[in-house]
């Protein structure tokens, strides 16, 4: 990888993140007229005095002009300063540090069941293509991507830890009973996505002139599978690899929800209802930021990988 | 048009979803046809009934008609997929537009805008939008379309710019067309079909996502009924009452199913390619 390709993507990564900070500064800026008392009073009801209000405005500079706000927090978060949190006591950087391992693990262990059901899946529905096998995969995978994620995490829960009593019903420490079943709940409806992605691009490199080639020379199906089918169809299974995480960063707050489950996206929704907006910008801005470094992992692994590109950068980087 | 009129003869997977996604409307228009019960009707004497024949799913904590909640849910969820499908595609579809034509600054612009908003988990993006700015159904909508317009912008507008290079738009240019009637008469009806596969494609999983945000407090708010709220509402009397639950969600799930399937059905109608593959 060329030096000035990787740092025209984190030119590129940092001009999106101040971006996403925006865009998010503005938002709640629009949506809360008197920051200062609901920083204070959050979601109780409680009785400010305005010498109170008043400190609070002063401490933050929430009497300056927009831009001035947005340019001090900009600086301070650049410096991994995001402010203070109201609802948590304490900086805004050390909550987000305190549910990271639990929003990481409970990503790694849905991401880990998803790659061990949806490859295997995918690519049996590719060989059996139009066969009865392809079309029970098919049809099941069509049910997963339809059902709600939360409602499932919710059968689940009612089932697993209610009526069979086999799973705790919430899961605030990480364990490996407490993160099963909201990783299963994730990773079922990703594994339906994946797995019919999975099976278009085995059956892209099925067609492929190469494949007869192989099979002409009488090489094992299992060999070109593993030699020269997947290889090739892992290229575009990266990129939707580095979605996949992208939505389980996002889209977890749901099931994080239902499951009890103290990672980001459970502290973003307390957040907004706390209405700590401190705490709210810093969690968005640390998940953007998290996502892109994933996409630019992703986009390093492909130039990697592939060689044509390789090639393509040196003759013109 | 003339080609869903036809579809409708030849594909009978496109006829019959149709059906079905048409009987969900009817079901939600004429809900009151449907059920004696007011959704919002509460009868305290007769909470937390298990599914009979009097209430064929039960009651809440309310003592309300569960049947009647789900139906006239249907309202609310229908109404709201629908409109966020419409506001997505308008508004994704004509900045993409003005965005291939116009290129230049413009495009530059808009573009880089949809990068920000693309660089980022669309759902946190879009609970944090409907958290701020206050629960309401309408709110759910804007915070959604936030979220999703840029995956219309992009492709119309990679779509424009494939259009543009025919040499009818040349011709048309040459003979003094001028923008409007090119983008209206050369360049939208090349690109509408498969735009409107898109759309129709997404709205299972727009469904979803506003529902999501509904069961997490940001969309339609109680009493008003709605299936994500009303699951919400049902959570927390998981261990009683586990029917106040299941309804709402196999509504949500029948009906993302239906619309699933119907997208699939209109792309092969609108779209011969054989994409099976």
Redesign the interface.
């Known amino acids: 990888m060329h030096l000035r390709t990787f740092g025209k993507y984190l030119a590129q990564?940092f001009v999106?993140l101040v971006?996403?900070s925006f865009?998010?500064f503005s938002?709640?800026m629009?949506?809360?007229e008197d920051l200062a008392r609901q920083l204070i009073t959050g979601a109780e009801d409680v009785i400010v005095s305005q010498e109170e209000i008043d400190a609070v405005t002063r401490e933050l500079g929430l009497d300056q002009p927009f831009f001035v706000q947005f340019g001090h927090w900009l600086v301070n978060a650049a410096q991994g300063d995001l402010g203070f949190s109201y609802m948590a006591k304490k900086p805004v950087i050390d909550k987000i540090l305190e549910c990271l391992p639990a929003t990481v693990s409970l990503a790694a262990l849905s991401l880990f069941l998803m790659t061990l059901l949806s490859v295997p899946l995918g690519i049996l529905a590719a060989y059996h293509k139009n066969k009865p096998l392809d079309f029970l995969i098919r049809g099941v995978t069509?049910?997963g991507?339809?059902?709600?994620?939360?409602?499932l995490g919710?059968?689940l829960?009612?089932l697993f830890g209610?009526k069979l009593g086999l799973f705790p019903i919430v899961s605030s420490t990480i364990r490996w009973d407490t993160i099963f079943l909201p990783a299963l709940t994730l990773a079922i409806s990703m594994t339906s996505k994946y797995t019919r992605q999975v099976r278009?691009a085995v059956?892209?490199e099925l067609?492929q002139d190469y494949v007869m080639g192989a099979r002409a020379r009488g090489m094992s199906e299992l060999r070109i599978l593993t030699r020269e089918v997947l290889p090739n169809a892992l290229l575009p299974l990266i990129t939707l690899y580095g979605l996949s995480i992208?939505?389980l960063?996002?889209?977890a707050?749901?099931v994080e929800?239902?499951f009890g489950w103290q990672g980001l996206?459970l502290l973003?929704?307390k957040a907004?209802?706390y209405r700590d907006?401190r705490l709210?910008q810093g969690i968005?801005v640390w998940?953007?930021g998290m996502?892109?470094i994933i996409?630019i992992l992703v986009d390093l692994s492909y130039a990697l990988l592939d060689p044509r590109l390789r090639k393509k950068e040196v003759r013109h980087g | 048009m003339g080609e869903l009129v036809q579809g409708f003869r030849t594909h009978k997977n496109f006829a019959l979803f149709t059906v079905l996604a048409l009987l969900l409307l009817a079901a939600a228009l004429f809900a009151p046809l449907l059920t004696s019960y007011q959704p919002t009707a509460a009868d305290m004497k007769n909470a937390f009934l298990p599914p009979s024949a009097e209430h064929l799913f039960g009651t809440d904590k309310l003592g309300r008609d569960c049947f009647a909640r789900v139906l006239y849910g249907a309202r609310n969820s229908l109404a709201s997929v629908l409109l966020l499908v419409a506001l997505v595609f308008t508004v994704g579809t004509a900045l993409g537009i003005v965005s291939g034509y116009l290129g230049g600054k413009t495009d530059a612009v808009i573009m880089r805008l949809a990068d920000i908003f693309i660089s980022f988990p669309g759902v946190l993006l879009a609970i944090a939008i409907a958290g701020i700015i206050g629960g309401s159904m309408v709110n759910a909508i804007i915070a959604l379309t936030c979220a999703t317009w840029p995956k219309y912008a992009r492709l119309s507008r990679s779509l424009v710019l494939k259009v543009k290079q025919n040499e009818y738009i040349a011709a048309a240019y040459v003979n003094g067309g001028t923008p409007f009637h090119i983008l209206r008469r050369h360049i939208l009806p090349n690109i509408l079909p498969l735009l409107v596969i898109t759309a129709a494609a997404d709205i299972g999983a727009l469904m979803l996502e506003l529902a999501g945000l509904s069961f997490l407090g940001f969309g339609v708010q109680p009493p008003a009924p709605e299936w994500g709220a009303m699951i919400s509402e049902g959570r927390q009397h998981l261990q009683t009452a586990p029917w106040l639950m299941i309804f709402p969600g196999l509504a949500i799930f029948i009906s993302v199913v239906i619309f699933n399937l119907w997208g699939d059905a209109l792309r092969d109608v609108l779209d011969p390619r054989d994409d099976q593959e």
Do not use: D, Q
Request: charged letters at 5%; hydrophobic letters at 65%.
């Open positions: 990564a999106t971006g996403i865009i998010m938002i709640t629009i949506g809360t069509f049910f991507i339809s059902v709600p994620g939360f409602w919710l059968m829960l009612w209610l278009s059956l892209e067609g992208g939505s960063l996002g889209g707050a749901v929800i239902v996206g973003a929704v907004i209802e907006i709210l968005v998940i953007a996502y892109m996409n």
